[in-house]
């Protein structure tokens, strides 16, 4: 095609996606691969190879020129796959394509009729744990690739890289790539399948992405659980701790983290440029419940709240669940918590929300660590 034709090649997209991607992403949903933070036995139980052989099948079978590809398992590391298209002409460009295959645990229940280990079809979406957390990556970007080199339309070397711990850190990431470094060479535009657009109207550029830290609070007060008719009011309870070490760190009512450390100066191009989300539909993009609504602010200061501050997520506990819980005061509260750092705070010197801990009385001796994760990191402004 000398004059591209886009509607033809959208049309071909589109005719792969139903013809072939569907069914293996279908089969790659079935594989229940957890991340490693997940699944204690994942170097063991063969899941990791399974998924990733079902994605390299499919990747093979699309017969494109220049193909190369290398699967890497080195032990006590999660796999990893490299993939290199040479160019149809010669240049010396390449575009780093980047996705990853482990999957977020499954979080039941699901809705009626879907199970996150199942592949469902339903209203022209598919259903199914991993699909479009991180699976479709590997399929878009072979894609991208193989319609041009059908339709006859040139393009440069392209690299793609999948990894297996992303939903854990990517502590495997900096190894692979530096033992790839060579291989990949200079790269010139970096596409990563792993970001989000809030529509399907405009282009969307990922410029900054905020860093994670996390950690388990611990908050132990008795050595067997105790009736609360008996210890309540003696024993202090775990939780009631719990959350007075958190609004060390949190605003309660505001949602405000507390610790100067975390936060970070906005730069003025950044500030400039969210004047634009004044035309986006930002706060509906979540799922709000009946009566609820978004923090206060416009969607300029939500951005700015969901972009660039830092903010504390619980995302796990231990509790037990309400219609088995007893009347007893817990030996034991522990929270999960993640804590999203601004693109210009460093994860790796994160702060430690609980400096003052060891500090309390002898009646409570709460354990808390922090691992870093993520980085964070922001584009440099464009003169």
């Known amino acids: 095609m000398s004059d591209c034709d886009w509607t033809v090649i959208q049309k071909a997209v589109g005719a792969e996606w139903d013809a072939s991607i569907i069914p293996a992403l279908s089969a790659y949903i079935e594989v229940p691969n957890q991340s490693p933070d997940f699944d204690p036995h994942w170097a063991t139980n063969g899941l990791m ?6 994605l390299i099948d499919w990747v093979k079978g699309q017969n494109l020129l220049g193909f190369s590809y290398e699967f890497m398992e080195v032990e006590g590391r999660t796999p990893f796959l490299l993939v290199e298209i040479a160019g149809t002409e010669r240049t010396n ?36 744990r991993g699909a479009a957390d991180d699976g479709y ?45 060579e291989r ?13 657009s809030l529509n399907y109207d405009q282009l969307w550029l990922t410029t900054s992405l905020r860093g994670v830290t996390g950690g388990v ?24 701790i719990a959350r007075e070490l958190l609004d060390r760190v949190e605003d309660s009512k505001t949602g405000t983290v507390l610790l100067p450390e975390a936060h970070c100066e906005i730069p003025d191009h950044v500030a400039k440029s969210m004047v634009s989300m004044k035309s986006v539909p930002f706060k509906q993009q979540f799922a709000m419940a009946d009566g609820v609504s978004a923090e206060p602010g416009d969607n300029v200061e939500l951005a700015l709240r969901n972009f660039w ?33 601004p ?10 929300p609980w400096p ?21 990191t922001a584009a440099r402004p464009q003169s």
């Open 137 to 181: 990556a590997i399929f878009s970007a072979i894609t991208s690739v193989s319609v041009l080199q059908r339709h006859g339309i040139p393009h440069g070397r392209v690299v793609v890289v999948i990894e297996a711990c992303e939903e854990s850190g990517s502590f495997d990431l900096d190894y692979y790539m530096a033992q790839c470094k």
């Open 49 to 54: 190879e399974k998924a990733f052989h079902i």
């Open 93 to 128: 460009n390449t575009v780093l394509m980047y996705g990853h295959m482990d999957k977020q645990p499954p979080l039941r229940p699901w809705a009626e009729g879907l199970d996150p280990h199942k592949a469902v079809m339903r209203d022209g979406k598919l259903y199914g």
């Open 217 to 240: 609070l611990n908050v132990q007060t008795l050595t067997e659980a105790m009736h609360s008719g008996v210890a309540g009011g003696v024993v202090p309870d775990t939780f009631r």
């Open 356 to 376: 003052s801990c060891s500090r309390r009385t002898r009646r409570t001796a709460p354990r808390f660590g922090l691992s870093p994760r993520c980085p964070a």
């Open 184 to 196: 990949i060479g200079n790269v010139d535009l970096i596409v990563c399948l792993d970001s989000g």
């Open 309 to 341: 501050k830092p903010s504390l997520t619980v995302t796990g506990a231990n509790l037990p669940e309400p219609q088995i819980a007893g009347n007893v005061i817990r030996t034991l509260t522990s929270l999960k918590l993640s804590l999203r750092l």
């Open 343 to 352: 693109p210009l705070v460093d994860s790796g010197k994160a702060p430690r």
